[in-house]
């Protein structure tokens, strides 16, 4: 048993919005619900088979770092009354995701490998190997792309100059990814973790700027183990990574990147309960809780009962 998707009609919906991975219902277009699912996606695309517990992970980790990091920035919470439910408040997102990077890792070092050393208007120091950390974390924003289109690169200038931000705004939406960055690489380390990158939402309410989505989750961001970082960096080894790049890794391995042409492989029973298990050692890695799987008899009936439960 899985959540694939829901199909609710709750009093006062006023919209629906089917996400990568997340189903989204406007209440009296002032309160979103969002239903977590098991879907997975991958190079912009979803993947056939869902991932038992995926959800219930992914919304149990943001609601822990969104509910540790309220002193620094308000977010859009307001209860979570289902293992894979939020609910809260509607905000008018910027459009802009703060990309926020304290390793040469991913995009990053793909880009430095080519010779640039300029990220989205962030200078990168010369001599660094992959996985190295930056002298100082940098911010990478990157455009909120429409459904089904790539997320772009952009710097700050480019962002003042299209008016996406006011100067205002945006000099706050960096004082809060730095904040917050540093807020989750300090409880990543209390748990032998290091944060190495992680993306950030922010929206308003009013005048007010509002922490959006979900923050510091596996699919979000990407950690490495500290215990051997050193030592592997020195011998030039790859690092030991928690994050979703582990399923990555087995399509491309399977003959699959997202690109024209290419059909996602078939995925076995046995891949797809490795993945679900994964996840859950990324929850108690992260969260440093055991994990406690919710009641599977009869998902549909138990998320809308609690939703309507929370919403009266």
């Not at 002298?135 to 289109?149: D, F, L, M, V, Y």
């Not at 710097?155 to 730095?178: N, R, W």
């Not at 990324?282 to 055991?290: A, F, H, Q, R, S």
């Amino acid at each position: 048993m899985s959540v694939k998707g829901t199909h609710f009609k709750l009093k006062g919906q006023t919209n629906f919005y089917k996400g990568k991975v997340r189903d989204v219902y406007t209440i009296n277009d002032e309160t979103l619900v969002m239903v977590v699912t098991d879907r997975i996606s991958a190079f912009d695309v979803v993947l056939p088979k869902t991932i038992p517990f995926k959800g219930q992970v992914l919304n149990q980790i943001a609601a822990k770092f969104l509910d540790a990091t309220k002193d620094i920035v308000p977010n859009w919470v307001e209860s979570v009354p289902d293992a894979n439910v939020t609910i809260g408040k509607r905000c008018e997102p910027f459009m802009v995701e703060m990309v926020i990077r304290g390793y040469c890792t991913g995009h990053a070092w793909r880009t430095y490998k080519t010779g640039k050393r300029v990220l989205c208007g962030a200078v990168m120091p010369d001599g660094l190997k992959e996985h190295d950390k930056f002298p100082e974390p940098i911010i990478t924003p990157s455009t909120k792309a429409a459904q089904g289109e790539h997320d772009e690169d952009i710097s700050k200038e480019e962002i003042l100059e299209q008016g996406l931000v006011s100067p205002e705004d945006y000099a706050k939406l960096e004082q809060y990814t730095k904040a917050l960055f540093k807020r989750g690489s300090e409880m990543a380390a209390e748990r032998g973790l290091i944060l190495v990158d992680t993306k950030y939402e922010f929206g308003k309410v009013g005048d007010q700027i509002v922490l959006m989505d979900e923050i510091h989750t596996p699919d979000s961001s990407r950690y490495f183990y500290s215990e051997g970082y050193e030592e592997r960096q020195a011998n030039n080894e790859p690092q030991k990574q928690l994050s979703k790049e582990f399923v990555r890794e087995w399509l491309i391995a399977n003959g699959f990147q997202g690109k024209e042409g290419q059909s996602v492989p078939f995925m076995p029973d046995d891949f797809v309960n490795s993945v679900s298990d994964r996840y859950i050692e990324l929850y108690e890695n992260i969260v440093g809780e055991k994990f406690v799987k919710a009641d599977q008899t009869d998902i549909d009936e138990r998320i809308r009962k609690h939703i309507e439960a929370a919403l009266q």
